[in-house]
């Protein structure tokens, strides 16, 4: 079956620091990629994607690739804000998002003024 | 639009009770999808439809639970008889996934916090 495997955290930065969040992925076919993230209190909100290898999807600031060979799909900040604080879920959709999601376990970001 | 609209947004039942949760999903949207937030699981995908039809139930975890999607404008899940490890916070989420292969965004609620005493 399919999974998604993320470093659960929480990580905690300084303000303008700069942010990797590891995320790999197994899927028995050719998945799309997305990072959402979850703010408290709230329900997800997609932070970007990636549907075949070698895009790179961003927003915000953040950007992530989709690496087939290592099966990879990191998200990265050059420089993280207070308001980047929240839960980020990395997760794989073998029908492009028709289909129901696949997320990791989530990893909570904190950041430090 | 108002999104994804899930009612009750908190609910605290007793083991044994019917509990009814409900979602309107964004007007236009074919594609319904219930998930569970857990802390030990995570984010889990219980159904989803398409057009109004279960496509698939796999990911509901036993008989007490049940959905239903009348019309294309309103579903509910259902727990009879809940449990405490039914505790968890429940996502309804809608697409236009009109086609396979074809990406389109799910949009969340803000999500159903049910508590099980």
């Known amino acids: 079956g399919n999974s998604v495997t993320q470093m659960e955290g929480p990580v905690t930065l300084s303000e303008e620091a700069f942010l990797t969040i590891n995320c790999t992925y197994t899927?028995?076919?050719?998945?799309?990629l997305f990072w959402y993230v979850q703010y408290p209190g709230e329900g997800l909100q997609l932070l970007l994607k990636?549907?075949?290898?070698?895009d790179k999807g961003s927003n915000k600031g953040f950007e992530a690739t989709y690496r087939k060979e290592t099966t990879s799909f990191h998200l990265e900040k050059g420089s993280v804000q207070v308001s980047d604080s929240a839960v980020y879920f990395c997760?794989?959709?073998?029908?492009?998002?028709?289909?129901?999601?696949?997320f990791g376990k989530g990893t909570h970001l904190i950041i430090q003024p | 639009d108002a999104g994804v609209i899930q009612s009750p947004r908190h609910e605290v039942t007793e083991m044994g009770q019917e509990v009814t949760l409900r979602c309107k999903p964004i007007?236009?949207?074919?594609?319904l999808f219930w998930y569970r937030q857990t802390m030990m699981r995570g984010l889990e995908l219980l159904i989803y439809?398409?057009?109004?039809?279960?496509?698939?139930d796999s990911g509901m975890p036993e008989d007490r639970f049940s959905a239903k999607m009348p019309n294309a404008s309103f579903s509910t899940l259902k727990i009879q008889p809940s449990e405490p490890r039914d505790s968890a916070v429940y996502f309804c989420?809608?697409?236009?996934?009109?086609?396979?292969?074809?990406?389109?965004?799910?949009?969340f609620g803000p999500g159903t916090r049910l508590t099980v005493l």
């Open positions: 990636a549907t075949k290898a070698d």
């Open positions: 439809f398409n057009n109004n039809v279960p496509i698939d």
């Open positions: 007007s236009g949207h074919n594609s």
């Open positions: 997760a794989l959709s073998e029908g492009g998002g028709a289909d129901g999601l696949t």
């Open positions: 989420a809608s697409s236009s996934g009109a086609r396979r292969f074809s990406y389109n965004e799910q949009f």
């Open positions: 899927a028995t076919g050719y998945p799309s």
